[in-house]
C-alpha cells in the first residue's frame, strides 16, 4: 500500500493539524448535554455588529456570483482607515491566509524564521509546511513584569544570517501578554531591512485606547514592515474568515502573485467592509469585554489562580497542576475552554471572555469545579 505520508515535502510530514476550540455541537453530540457555553475560541460573544448583518443581507442575491477578486470595496474602506494606498493591503481568508502566504512567499528552507515561545500556533506551522529552520525565542518567565511574553532583548540576539521572517503578536495570544510601542519600534529599526517584521495585531481592538499600539502607524518608515489583522475577534465575523495585511507595496504584490483566487467570499467582504466603521458596536465589544475580564480575575483572586494580565478577550489561568481534568470537569457542566498542552502550558486554560450571563456561569463552574 502507497505511504502517502513518505511522498508528502519534508516539513509537511512532521507537521500535526491545528486543533481549533471545541464546537457546541462535538460536546452536546458526546455528553448529550444542552445550554454549552463556549469560551474556547476568542469569539465576540455580540457576535456581528448590526451594520455587517445588515450587508450580509443585502449580498444574499448576489451568491451566484463570483465575489470581487480583488475586494475593492473592502480594500477602500480599509485604506481610508489606515491611511493607505490600496496597493499596500493583502486580503485574506482570515489572518492565518495571509500568515501562511507570508511565509510561502518569503521563506526558503534554508531560511530560518523567528518567533516568540507560548506564541500563536500557526506560526511554527507556516515555517515548518515550507521546511524552514524554526527560531523560538524563550518567553519571558511568570515572575517577569509582563510575564508570558515575548522577550524582544533575547529575540533580538537570536538572530542570524540566517533569519529571514519574524512573528511578532501584539497582543499575544495565548498569553495576552502586550509590548510597549517605544520597545517594539526600537526593536523593528534594529532588525536588517532584508528581515521581513510581521506584526499580528489580530486582538489590538481590545487594548485600551491610551495603550493601544497601532504598528501601521509605522508602514512609512520601515519597508520590512507587515501588520496583520482580523474581523474574527472584536468585529464577530469569525464564521466569515476575513482578514489582511498591511504592508509596502513590493510585498503586497509578492503576496497577491500567490493568493487564492476569491479567498474572501462575498458575504464577508460586504461584512467586513460594513463593520469597519462601526465605532458604536466596537465600543459595546469593549465594554463587555472589560466587565467580563473583571469578573474572571477576581474569581482567580479568589481561589488564588495566578494569570498573565491581558489585553485582549481572554485570560491564561495557571491552576497550578494538570489542566485536563479541570478541563474535562468544567466540559461535563456545559462550559468549553481552551487547553493550551500544545503550547506547553500543560497546567493552563485559556478562557474567553463571554457576555455577562456567560461569565456569571463560567465562575460558577469555576469556582465549583477549583473551590
Same mark, same amino acid.
Given at each position: ?6 511522498l /508528502?515535502?519534508?516539513? $509537511? ?6 486543533i ?25 460573544p ?10 450580509i ?10 465575489p470581487?477578486g ?12 489606515h ?5 499596500c ?39 515548518? /509546511?515550507?521546511?524552514a529552520?524554526?527560531?523560538m525565542?524563550? /518567553?519571558?518567565d511568570?515572575?517577569n513584569e509582563?510575564?508570558?511574553?515575548c522577550?524582544?532583548?533575547a529575540?533580538?540576539?537570536a538572530?542570524?544570517?540566517?533569519t ?9 495570544n ?8 517605544d @520597545? ?5 529599526a ?5 528581515v521581513? $517584521? $510581521?506584526?499580528?495585531?489580530a486582538y ?8 493601544? %499600539?497601532d ?13 496583520t489583522?482580523t474581523?474574527s ?7 466569515f ?6 504592508s509596502?507595496?513590493?510585498?503586497a ?10 479567498n474572501?467570499?462575498s458575504l464577508a ?5 460594513a463593520?469597519v466603521?462601526?465605532d458604536a ?6 465594554q463587555?469585554?472589560a466587565?467580563g ?14 494569570? %498573565? ?8 489561568v495557571?491552576?497550578?497542576?494538570d489542566?485536563m481534568?479541570i478541563?474535562?470537569?468544567?466540559l461535563?457542566?456545559?462550559v468549553i ?8 502550558l500543560?497546567n493552563c486554560?485559556?478562557?474567553?471572555i463571554g457576555? @455577562?450571563?456567560?461569565?456569571a ?7 465549583q469545579?477549583?473551590?
Amino acid at each position: 500500500m502507497t505511504d502517502f505520508k513518505a511522498l /508528502a515535502a519534508p516539513g $509537511v510530514q512532521q507537521l500535526k493539524p491545528y486543533i481549533p476550540g471545541k464546537p457546541i455541537s462535538e460536546l452536546e453530540r458526546e455528553l448529550g448535554i444542552e445550554n454549552i457555553i463556549k469560551l474556547a475560541s476568542n469569539e465576540n460573544p455580540l457576535g456581528p455588529s448590526p451594520k455587517a448583518m445588515a450587508a450580509i443581507q443585502a449580498e444574499m442575491d448576489e451568491l451566484a456570483l463570483y465575489p470581487d477578486g480583488n475586494g475593492f470595496e473592502l480594500k477602500k474602506v480599509l485604506a481610508d482607515k489606515h491611511g493607505v494606498d490600496m496597493d499596500c493591503i493583502t486580503l485574506g481568508n482570515g489572518s492565518n491566509d495571509v500568515l501562511v502566504l507570508l511565509a510561502e512567499a518569503f521563506l526558503k528552507p534554508e531560511d530560518a524564521a523567528m518567533y516568540s515561545q507560548y506564541s500563536f500556533a500557526v506560526y511554527p506551522i507556516a515555517i515548518q /509546511a515550507i521546511g524552514a529552520t524554526h527560531q523560538m525565542v524563550p /518567553a519571558t518567565d511568570w515572575d517577569n513584569e509582563r510575564p508570558m511574553g515575548c522577550d524582544l532583548p533575547a529575540m533580538q540576539a537570536a538572530i542570524t544570517d540566517q533569519t529571514r521572517m519574524i512573528f511578532i503578536a501584539n497582543p499575544n495570544n495565548p498569553t495576552g501578554s502586550f509590548l510597549q510601542a517605544d @520597545e517594539l519600534k526600537a526593536f523593528i529599526a534594529s532588525v536588517d531591512k532584508d528581515v521581513i $517584521v $510581521v506584526l499580528d495585531e489580530a486582538y489590538l481592538e481590545y487594548s485600551p485606547a491610551d495603550e493601544r %499600539v497601532d504598528g501601521s502607524e509605522w508602514l512609512g518608515e520601515f519597508d520590512n514592515l507587515v501588520i496583520t489583522r482580523t474581523f474574527s475577534k472584536a468585529y464577530g465575523l469569525a464564521g466569515f474568515r476575513v482578514g489582511y495585511a498591511l504592508s509596502n507595496p513590493d510585498i503586497a504584490n509578492v503576496l497577491n502573485r500567490i493568493r487564492q483566487p476569491f479567498n474572501v467570499n462575498s458575504l464577508a467582504l460586504a461584512a467586513a467592509a460594513a463593520a469597519v466603521n462601526d465605532d458604536a458596536f466596537l465600543e459595546r465589544s469593549m465594554q463587555v469585554n472589560a466587565a467580563g475580564m473583571k469578573a474572571l480575575e477576581a474569581s482567580c483572586q479568589r481561589l488564588g489562580l495566578r494569570y %498573565v494580565p491581558s489585553k485582549g478577550n481572554f485570560l491564561l489561568v495557571d491552576f497550578g497542576r494538570d489542566a485536563m481534568p479541570i478541563y474535562q470537569s468544567m466540559l461535563e457542566k456545559g462550559v468549553i475552554t481552551r487547553p493550551v498542552a500544545n503550547y506547553g502550558l500543560p497546567n493552563c486554560l485559556r478562557i474567553t471572555i463571554g457576555n @455577562e450571563t456567560e461569565m456569571a456561569r463560567m465562575v460558577e463552574v469555576m469556582e465549583q469545579v477549583c473551590g
